[in-house]
Structure formats: structure tokens, C-alpha cells
DNA sequence: ATAATAACTGCACTCATTGCCAAAATGGAA
DNA sequence: TTCCATTTTGGCAATGAGTGCAGTTATTAT
């Protein structure tokens, strides 16, 4: 990752593949778009893509690993005397919360992840990293293994809420992400309140 | 679908190509083992396996579709007058519950789908339709549409418990599906009721 | 026997992915 | 300047999934 001051430089990077990816992914959809476009457009050669990402279906993902040390430290610093439900809800909310204004790159990422089918599919692996993060928090609260039922429990449910809260953004942009985010925790309380209340 | 009285006889079957598929999974790997492999061990022609199945990642999942039909009926049939979180969990436990002895087979094809990365992909496909039947039951005791926020959110965190559940049994073959599933209800409902006593 | 029908399957092609390795580019050393 | 160590690039070949096309094959109906 460090700049190597001998060798051979770099003749390209992720951030220019991104971009360039994305622009053609625009113009002709994903699947219509070949690793050799992009190589072409880029002027280098398809194998050297390989080399910046693992997968064709990796592309649209480029720096989620780096994000993801964001969320844990987010998740580490919640205050421990709330309710561990609240505090991955909000750690949620708060990782999800971003300008406005930055917002147009991100919905066309998050369009074309949420919107290809083969990226859908593909998404799922990092969707584990994200849950794992999750996990790991829920585990230390609930002086637990990682890997039991409950703290898997906690990472799944805080991706259901999280994939919902998306899909919505999409369909309708103008909502923000946070609303949407806290409608949602709102209505998954209100249903176990239910529950509770008849049982 | 209907059997045909005129034309040619069909050489196989989906479950005849599933058998022996998972067969060959089983001793090479999913990975390992190609379409000619399975094509080579039916004697049929490559091409053939895919008028049966769409893709080799789909041959794992077989009967799934008639399968949702079950889960639709299921919870169609559930009393109105329980909370519709109960509601959903009892159909969630219903559809997953069947007899131990019954297990093995479908024991083997959730390890498969659900350890091979490639598969664990392809399912989120799969698991979209299912969520959306759970969706559909939500929004019409909801009164709402079906891709609103509540009844797609019903659907993610019915996904989550289940998947949950899961992955755990995977790990602890003697524990029961059902009460892996009604744990991981349990400690929903819990950990709601945290944040409602704090608030 | 012939026709109609429905399924099978070989052929050729596209594209992602991977292993292998020679070529290219650069800083530093001789 | 020439040579060397180092690092990246990218061509080549091979594998395997997926797809469109068209000819072949097995049955039933006339």
C-alpha cells in the first residue's frame, strides 16, 4: 500500500478505475460493461485490474474495508449505559449519516449495489464484514462468544434495518437516511411492544 | 411443467440432476465440481442441465419455489387477532419446523448453501422472494402497500432470525431449529423492551 | 409411413477469472 | 553512464459458466 520509492510506478489506481468504471457503468449498464472497456478506456490492460481489485464485482465496493475501522471505533465509543439495542440503532444512524450535499456519488453507488442483481448477490460478503463489527460490539456487551446466537442475532437484525432503510432512500430520495433509519427502529420497537403487551 | 403426451421424453429429471449433483459436491466440492462433471456422471449433454436449472449456482436450491407457495398458505392461515410480529415468528417456526429424522438431506443442502461463498451470494436472490411473501402478509394486515418501510422491514428482520438461527444450527446440530428460532425471538423481544423501559 | 411435437445436445462464442512469466520503468550503486 | 534490484505491468493461454442457434432424436397422432 505504501508508495514504493523503487520499482516500476503505478500506472493507475483504484480511485481512477472507480471512476472510470463507473462512468461506463452509467452509460451502458453493469453487466453490458466488459473488464476490457474499462482497461481500454483506462488505457492499460485488463489483466492489471486484477491487480486494484479482486473481482469485477468488487469495483463498486472500492474502500468499504478502510470504513469499516470507522464503524468500530464509532460502535466502541457508545456510551455503555444504554440499552445495547439503542446503541447499535444509533451507532447505525451515525454511521450512516453524511452531508447532503456529498450524498450524489454515494446513492450511485449505493443504486448500482442495491439496483444489480449480480452486485446484490455479490454484496452479501461484505454485508458479513459489516455484521461481524456488529457482532463483535454485541459480544463484549453481552460477555459472549461472537459467534453465538445472540450477538449473530443483533448483526443480522441491524443489517435488515439498514438494507430497509436503503432501499427506501431510493425509491424516494428526497427522505433522508437517518428518518428513515429511526422510522424503522421506531416501528421494530413498536412490534415487540405489541408482543409484549398480549403475551 | 405438465408431462407432455407428444414429443420427446425427457432423459432426466431436476431432482435426478440434484442428486447427483450434491453427490459430486460432496466429494469434490461445489467449486471443484463442473457442469461436465455432472453432465459426464447423468450421461447427458452439458447444454442439457440447463434447461433444468438456470445456473449451477440455482441446483442447490432445487424445489424452492413451490416450497414459498407452503409458506404463503402458512401464514395466509394465521390468526389475525395475534401481534403481527407473533404472527410472523409462529409462520417462520412452522415453516422451518419438520421432523429430525426427515433432516439429513436438508441438513446437507443448508451447509452447502450456506458455507459455500458462492452460494451464500446467489441466496440473497433466493431470499428476496421469500421476504417478499412475508411482506406481502405484513402489508395487507398493515393496511399499506407491500414495498413500504414496515412490511419490507417485517421481512428483512424475519430473514435476520432465520438466518440467524440458521447458521447456529449449523454449528449445534443437536439444538433444535425451533428453539434456536424462538430464542432468537426471545431475545428480540428483550432487548426491545430495554430500550422501552429506558425511554 | 408420415407429420407434428417436444426435448436433447453439439458448436461456437462471450466473458470473468487465474497462473505464469517476460517486459518495462525506476532509483540507487558501481 | 551502465548495471542491478525491485516492483508493476500486461500479454498469453487455459478453465469454466452461461447463451444463442440449429440440427438431431424420440414419441404420439393421423
Known sequence: ?????????????????????????????????????????????RRTIFRYFASKNDI????FDRTLDGFRDLLAAMPADIPLLAAVGRGVVEFNRF???????????????????????????RYAEWRQVI???????LEVEPTTLEPQLMGQVALALALTAYERWLHEPDASLTSLLEEGMRSLLAWASEVAAAS
Open 60 to 63: 463498486p465496493w472500492g474502500q
Open 99 to 125: 452531508p447532503a450535499d456529498a450524498s450524489p456519488p454515494h446513492i450511485e453507488r449505493m443504486r448500482l449495489i442495491l439496483e444489480t442483481p449480480a452486485l446484490q448477490a455479490h454484496s452479501v460478503l
Open 135 to 141: 457482532a463483535e460490539y454485541a459480544a463484549r456487551r
Open 1 to 45: 500500500m505504501k508508495r514504493a520509492s523503487v520499482g516500476r510506478p503505478e500506472v493507475t489506481s483504484h480511485a481512477q478505475i472507480e471512476q472510470t468504471a463507473f462512468r461506463l457503468f452509467a452509460e451502458r449498464g453493469f453487466a453490458a460493461t466488459t473488464l476490457d472497456d474499462i482497461a481500454q478506456a483506462l488505457g492499460i490492460g
